[in-house]
């Protein structure tokens, strides 16, 4: 599967942005789905994950209450809504998918992801 994130851009604090990483192929529901990020100097950090049918939702304490993500199985895309923008959310945000063991089993370890997007830019100004 490849996937395209789009969707970022530059915000004030207090803002939201709403993120979308398309993906091609008829198995799109095979896939769990997951949202990282990486800040200039830092390394790659779980954000949010979804299941393979959308009923459970996963997320990082750094976004939880503020971010959401969701995912479209007919237009083969996952979402991540974020409010509330901070600065320190300023990032890189990569979407990432991987063939759902069972359809409630979440994953928020990058090593259990097999497909990566290419990344989109998100910046919070204060």
């Known amino acids: 599967v490849q996937l395209q994130a789009s969707g970022g851009g530059l915000v004030q604090a207090g803002g939201s942005l709403r993120l979308s990483c398309a993906a091609s192929?008829?198995?799109?529901?095979?896939?769990?789905m997951g949202w990282f990020r990486q800040a200039p100097g830092k390394e790659r950090v779980f954000v949010a994950a979804?299941?393979?049918?959308?009923?459970?939702?996963y997320y990082a304490d750094s976004v939880k209450g503020r971010f959401s993500i969701s995912r479209d199985d007919a237009k083969n895309t996952v979402y991540l809504q974020m409010n509330s923008l901070r600065p320190e959310d300023t990032a890189v945000y990569y979407c990432?998918?991987?063939?759902?063991?069972?359809?409630?089993?979440?994953?928020?370890?990058?090593?259990?992801?097999?497909?990566w997007g290419q990344g989109t830019q998100v910046t919070v100004s204060s």
């Open positions: 990432a998918a991987t063939i759902g063991a069972t359809s409630d089993r979440i994953y928020y370890s990058g090593m259990s992801y097999d497909y």
């Open positions: 192929g008829r198995t799109f529901s095979s896939y769990a």
């Open positions: 979804i299941s393979r049918r959308g009923g459970v939702t």
